[in-house]
């Protein structure tokens, strides 16, 4: 079974520029996440879909960040302008539904490393 | 917000010896999850646990869902050097709250061969 893709892996660029990542989840999987993980801390939650609906975006910075999933299946992040404290990891992940339980265990992408510059 | 404090902060040991972490919180889970984080990568589900009071091995993983729900540990025993990495605890909450996982801080593991 592939896993959760994300491109690209890497990305550096000035600060006021713009950039997106992408994710493709588990095949099947409605509910997709993304995470920022900032160096030396837990990944924390920007954004969580279930389907091409958002059920939760409380931490997500709305002035600067924004995501889609607009057919349910492959979901775009971001970020524009960037600012300096925007670079860390970005990960994007994804579950079979959301709840508790084995039908929400989390599989997680590699993540893209942003460095803001 | 809800916020997991997780110890110690990193861990130099020698091939063999036992290791043992843990997380407390302030807040109720419904779930606390282990995973690890092994450089360019993503984090990896090790243990999950559901019921407070429940104790759960995977091979020579063992964690524990403390009876108030409120903290968690994860022992390694006999260590070997593929466990470094980056261990991370997680709290899930309520499934009406969507499932929603808080990590803590990390707990960073070296293991001398």
């Known amino acids: 079974e592939a896993g959760v893709a994300q491109s690209p892996r890497y990305k550096i660029i000035e600060k006021r520029q713009s950039v997106a990542f992408w994710c493709n989840p588990i095949?099947?999987?409605?509910?997709l996440y993304w995470y920022q993980q900032i160096l030396g801390q837990g990944p924390k939650l920007l954004i969580q879909?279930?389907?091409?609906?958002?059920?939760?975006d409380s931490q997500l910075p709305k002035d600067r960040f924004s995501a889609e999933r607009l057919k349910g299946v492959d979901s775009t992040l971001k970020i524009q302008p960037a600012k300096l404290e925007d670079s860390a990891v970005y990960l994007c992940?994804?579950?079979f539904g959301p709840g508790q339980g084995s039908v929400n265990e989390q599989f997680f992408g590699p993540g893209t490393r942003l460095t803001v510059l | 917000g809800q916020q997991l404090n997780q110890s110690p902060q990193s861990m130099f040991i020698q091939e063999g010896e036992d290791v043992s972490m843990n997380c407390t919180s302030s807040?109720?889970?419904?779930?606390w999850l282990w995973y690890k984080q092994d450089p360019g990568e993503g984090p990896v589900l090790l243990i999950a646990?559901?019921?407070?009071?429940e104790l759960t091995s995977n091979g020579r993983l063992t964690a524990q869902f403390g009876i108030t729900r409120k903290d968690s540990f994860l022992n390694i025993s006999a260590s070997i050097p593929s466990d470094v990495g980056i261990y991370f605890c997680?709290?899930?909450?309520?499934?009406?709250?969507?499932?929603?996982?808080?990590f803590g801080q990390g707990t960073e593991l070296s293991v001398k061969p």
């Open positions: 807040s109720i889970f419904n779930t």
């Open positions: 646990l559901y019921k407070a009071g």
């Open positions: 879909f279930q389907n091409n609906g958002v059920v939760d």
């Open positions: 095949s099947g999987h409605a509910t």
């Open positions: 992940a994804s579950s």
């Open positions: 997680a709290g899930q909450l309520r499934s009406n709250q969507g499932g929603k996982l808080i």
